[in-house]
T-cell receptor
Framework: DVKVTQSSRYLVKRTGEKVFLECVQD?????MFWYRQDPGLGLRLIYF???????EKGDIPEGYSVSREKKERFSLILESASTNQTSMYLC???????????FGQGTRLTVV | LAKTTQPISMDSYEGQEVNITCSHN???????ITWYQQFPSQGPRFIIQ???TKVTNEVASLFIPADRKSSTLSLPRVSLSDTAVYYC????????????FGAGTRLAVHP
């Protein structure tokens, strides 16, 4: 069974903290994605990686960075968490051909 | 990337066929059309993908006219469990695909 696993289901952090959201896939996919989803705004792409150490900005990269040191792992980093980064974060992986993407269960992050 | 337009919401009743149309006027030659389904508090799930004419799987059918400027996702005999948000995506299957989601269509199935 294909798997995209996000490290936490729920997370509460304080304003100004550095936050790491981890995502691991076991399908040997080249592409990995980080989205955030907010009510009324749908899924918005934060960052996209198409290979190890390669990344591209999505629609809303401000306040975020990413790391992909190994093919199976894609990390989203909030350098200094702010309350407007409270959201549901979704990781996904897909093959290079883009035939199908698989999503993790999501991390609901609350910044207080 | 081709922009997509879908209805914001739709209502249906159990046992009916539901057709959700997506408009993508600027679709490129290499673009494929992909539909995802999302339940509350879960990540989206792939439903179906096609390039032209008709594609059918165990869950849905996808109808794409010759000009490819629109597509229709057809869900036969919906049940309450089909209540979800449905997203239409258009992207190049040959290169790297950024998977940009639009607002989606919120389908509510009533008893």
């Amino acid at each position: 069974d294909v798997k995209v696993t996000q490290s936490s289901r729920y997370l509460v952090k304080r304003t100004g903290e550095k936050v790491f959201l981890e995502c691991v896939q076991d399908m040997d996919h080249e592409n990995m994605f980080w989205y955030r989803q907010d009510p009324g705004l749908g899924l918005r792409l934060i960052y996209f990686s198409y290979d190890v150490k390669m990344k591209e900005k999505g629609d809303i990269p401000e306040g975020y960075s990413v790391s992909r040191e190994k093919k199976e792992r894609f990390s989203l980093i909030l350098e200094s968490a702010s309350t407007n980064q409270t959201s549901m974060y979704l990781c996904a992986s897909g093959n290079r051909e883009g035939t199908e993407a698989f999503f993790g269960q999501g991390t609901r992050l609350t910044v207080v | 990337l081709a922009k997509t337009t879908q209805p914001i919401s739709m209502d249906s009743y159990e046992g009916q066929e539901v057709n959700i149309t997506c408009s993508h006027n600027n679709i490129a030659t290499n673009d494929y059309i992909t539909w995802y389904q999302q339940f509350p508090s879960q990540g989206p799930r792939f439903i179906i993908q096609g390039y032209k004419t008709k594609v059918t799987n165990e869950v849905a059918s996808l109808f794409i006219p010759a000009d490819r400027k629109s597509s229709t996702l057809s869900l036969p005999r919906v049940s309450l469990s089909d209540t979800a948000v449905y997203y239409c995506l258009v992207g190049d299957i040959g290169g790297y695909n950024k998977l940009i989601f639009g607002a989606g269509t919120r389908l509510a199935v009533h008893p």
